[in-house]
């Protein structure tokens, strides 16, 4: 028998997971940053100062992304508001997940496509939009409906557009720093800052912290990118946990996780940038863009058996891993 877990303890622990990936990315930045800066001047302040303008730049590029980045994914994806006269049902679910969740009515949105799949968007729950494709609402019973917009109104409560916001903040510092470096380095704009320091005895050392920063400008954007999506994973593994919350209804979820995970359809409005944002990853691992490496999702495998422990029960049999294996 499986050891039976609740909701509650899957919450915390996804909570604490997000945190530790949150400070070791921060650390990462930091230990770039530090390395560049003393570096390439020889000084403390410079090497304080070098990360702090990363972080400053890659904070005013994401304020365009902040206020309309929804408009931006929802329009790219081919959404269509409706209205309660023309999706009576999924009106019904979506209100209902909201009433339990606590957060204010989101916009609906229609994407007319057969593979089935949904998002929740927005910068806070006042500013939430979910989209729906009409294959979902085709191939799901009202059950494993309600499991689904648990899932996403989870999201939209627990503010994970905004968390994934911070993280991605953190990670274009790195990316910038790096690239903005690797290109100073090249063009040989780093030398002057060493030769300086040589005059003041400390070459030796300046010398170490610019092989150090040439090493991590090459593996910092790598590391934070992996960081980047197991944070992703995290907050997939943490709105499964709050929509049991919400439904108090773990079969529901189950079943519309292996539907999903099970059909091949493949949703042609999703690419790269946006795949984090769904349900189940929309490209599938028969796909030629698909790349497990740099997945945004869980397996829905695990998803599902994190769920079982819920209700005590054991991780699904051989034939049900082997239905599902590979799919998602």
Known sequence: MQTRSTFHEQQSANRRNSVVLIVLVT?????LGFAIGYGTTGYVEGAFGVTTGAIVL??????????????????????KEVTQQA?????????????????????????????PNAFATGRDPKHASVAITTGLLQKLDREELQGVMGHELSHVRNFDIRFSLLVAVLVGSIALLADFFLRFTFWGGGRGGRGGDRDRGGGGLVAI??????VLAVVAPIIGRLVQLAVSRQREYLADASSVELTRNPIGLERALAKIASDREVLEVAN??????????????FEERSS???????????????LRQLTGEGPLNPSDVQALAGLD
Request: no cysteine.
């Open 292 to 306: 497990s490496l740099f997945s945004t999702h869980p397996a829905v495998l695990d998803r599902i058996n994190r």
């Open 58 to 79: 890659a904070m005013l590029l994401s304020v365009g992304s902040y206020f309309a980045g929804d408009k931006l994914v929802l329009a790219t994806s081919g959404a």
């Open 27 to 31: 650390l990462l930045l930091a230990a």
């Open 272 to 285: 790269r940038a946006t795949q984090h944002l769904y349900f189940t990853n929309p490209i599938k691992k």
């Open 87 to 115: 999706a009576p049902q999924l009106m019904n679910v979506v209100q209902e997940m909201a009433i339990a969740a606590n957060v204010p009515m989101p916009k609906v949105y229609i994407i007319d496509d057969t593979a």
């Open 209 to 214: 912290m610019f092989i150090l920063a040439i």
